[in-house]
């Protein structure tokens, strides 16, 4: 005889065998039941945000920080579109992500009540499944299904619908079991000596590397791939992990997300080594390619979508980026012998003068001549988050124009050290840290974010007051929307700048902040940054820095 179980039971314990520690949500009517559960289950954290965008951009925040599973639930068709945003960010990141909305009770719905959508149909643009529980005997089979299918790479969210009956029924039903695709593929051998073979034959590679060095954790062997060919490394031009270690001889900066400037930096090279992501990813358009004429390409990673996507590869192997790595570096150091010993240290002695270690200490010096300008020039508040860090400290970067350095400034040393905004959907940076900052409580987090898109999310504030998180935001306040400002001066040669301020009146962050339940404060003045951010950074608890920056465009 199979024991009974209600639905909503049965939804938080399979959750909970799925590994999922944590349940981001805002509740609304056909939520209840799964509140009604919650009592039953008190060590699954249920983590309030105040509007559903923010909820997914939370659980999109805690998974990139940590590489788990999660789970959120939102309220029926509008907050599945108030969360749509949020849900397309994590498509673009590649997410493993369950969210899950309420719906009407099956029947009730037919009649189309208040609050009712289709709900599948509405989330399947951004999602790998879409399902809508009909019996609750199948309950189990579709979490389980889709875990699996969240997980497996290419990873990504899945959304499932709860009708209100299916929560409230009772049965007996069997929970089983979870499973994991291990996916940790090596190429075959054939594939192996191929690639070895071809880039031995180049005589000046690059290397290109994408976020699947973090969701792989090849840090390490992406390095040495790069020492042992002698040969530069670059992040990719959407740069939003930590994807390379900085301090590596080889590391080289990101890519720029402009065409021509990209074409120029590869323009010197025979071979593009591609690992884990879409290496050449642009922003907005330009006749420019930003391929040299005659470049080939080498690609490694599970995504295969971003396998020869928009250029041809020589070579491309679907398989996990370690992996890959841990057989292919012997292979090129059995192949290559004394001959690429002697290539690669000439090829680092080269790239000694002008590596990212190099390039930094001339970065701080230039940037250090304005560091008693008033207003605040953004670059010097970058350079002084960054100092004020402590060692251990996770940052999260949504500061857009005002972040433009801190690449160059703050060295990526784990994977999980460095968080930035993917897809351009702004709004995404303060709820994400509320995310980090839960995965990884013993770590200090600093959220760095413009005032544009902290207004797209500043509820996000009371959750971390909520929680009492080791959080600090600072928020970088120029008045106005200024990457717009920048495109419209340098596309259109036009100055007016129409719906970019907000000055009149101004935005009192500080004011907001407090009034959400957070410590705050506001710096005007430069000599004081770096006092109040090492302060900051050094207490527990969660606290907002206003910094008035100047509005300059160029």
């Given amino acids: ?4 179980i209600t639905g909503r039971s049965a939804f938080l314990a399979l959750l909970k065998d ?13 939520e209840l039941p799964i509140m009604h559960a919650l009592k039953d289950h008190p060590d699954l954290t249920y983590v309030m945000a105040m509007q559903e965008s923010l909820v997914v951009a939370m659980a999109d925040g805690f998974s990139r920080a940590s590489g788990k599973l999660v789970a959120c639930n939102v309220h029926v068709a509008p907050g599945l579109g108030n969360a749509m945003g949020s849900l397309y960010n994590a498509s673009f990141t590649g997410t493993p992500l369950i969210l899950t909305a309420g719906q009407q009770e099956q029947g009730h719905g037919l009649t189309e009540p208040v609050l009712y959508g289709p709900l599948v149909r509405m989330a399947e643009p951004l999602v790998k499944w879409a399902v809508e529980v009909t019996r609750l005997e199948d309950l189990p089979r579709i979490v389980r299904r889709a875990a699996k299918i969240a997980t497996t790479p290419p990873t990504g969210p899945v959304f499932i619908s709860l009708p209100g009956d299916i929560l409230n029924s009772e049965a007996g039903i069997e929970l089983g079991r979870s499973t994991r695709v291990d996916t940790r593929v090596k190429p075959s051998d054939e594939s192996l000596q191929a690639l070895t073979a071809r880039i031995l034959k180049a005589e000046r590679p690059v290397i290109i590397v994408g976020d699947e060095i973090v969701k792989s954790d090849a840090l390490q062997e992406a390095a040495q791939l790069a020492e042992t060919l002698g040969c530069p490394a670059y992040q990719s031009s959407t740069p939003y992990g930590a994807h390379f270690l900085s301090e590596s001889p080889c590391f080289m900066g990101a890519l720029a997300r402009i065409q021509k400037i990209a074409r120029d930096t590869l323009s010197p090279y025979d071979l593009i080594i591609a690992l884990g992501g879409d290496p050449l990813r642009m922003s907005v358009y330009s006749e420019t390619d930003p391929l040299p004429d005659g470049l080939s390409i080498v690609q490694v990673g599970l995504v295969d979508w971003d396998l020869a996507k928009n250029y041809s590869a020589e070579i491309a192997l679907k398989a996990d980026v370690r992996e890959a790595l841990r057989a292919l570096v012997p292979a090129l150091q059995a192949a290559g012998g004394s001959a690429l010993q002697a290539r ?42 960054v100092e004020a860090m402590p060692d251990n400290a996770i940052l999260v970067d949504e500061g857009l124009t005002s972040s433009r350095q801190i690449i160059a400034l703050r060295p990526h040393r784990d994977r999980y050290g460095y968080h930035a905004l993917a897809s351009g959907g702004i709004g995404w940076g303060l709820p994400a840290s509320v995310g980090v900052s839960l995965a990884n409580p013993e770590r200090p987090v600093v959220c760095y974010s413009g005032d544009g898109s902290s207004m797209y999310s500043i509820q996000s504030l009371w959750t971390a007051a909520n929680h009492k998180l080791p959080l600090t935001f600072v928020i970088v306040n120029n008045g106005g929307y200024r990457i717009i400002k920048q495109r419209l001066l340098a596309f259109h040669g036009d100055d007016h700048y129409v719906g970019m301020d907000f000055i009149d009146p101004p935005v009192d962050f500080t004011s907001l902040a407090k009034s959400l339940g957070l410590e705050a404060t506001k710096v005007t003045d430069p000599g004081q940054l770096k006092s109040v951010l090492s302060s900051a950074f050094s207490r527990p608890g969660a606290k907002l820095i206003e910094v008035v920056v100047s509005n300059s465009v160029n």
Avoid: C, Y
């Fill in 18 to 30: 799925e590994g999922v520690t944590h349940l981001f949500g805002n509740p609304g009517t056909t």
């Fill in 344 to 385: 690669a240290r000439q090829g680092l002695d080269a790239l000694a003068s002008k590596n990212w270690t190099v390039r930094r200490q001339p970065l701080i010096e230039q940037i250090s001549k304005h560091a008693n300008t008033s207003p605040i020039d953004p670059d010097w508040l970058a350079l002084q988050v």
């Fill in 1 to 4: 005889m199979k024991n009974k």
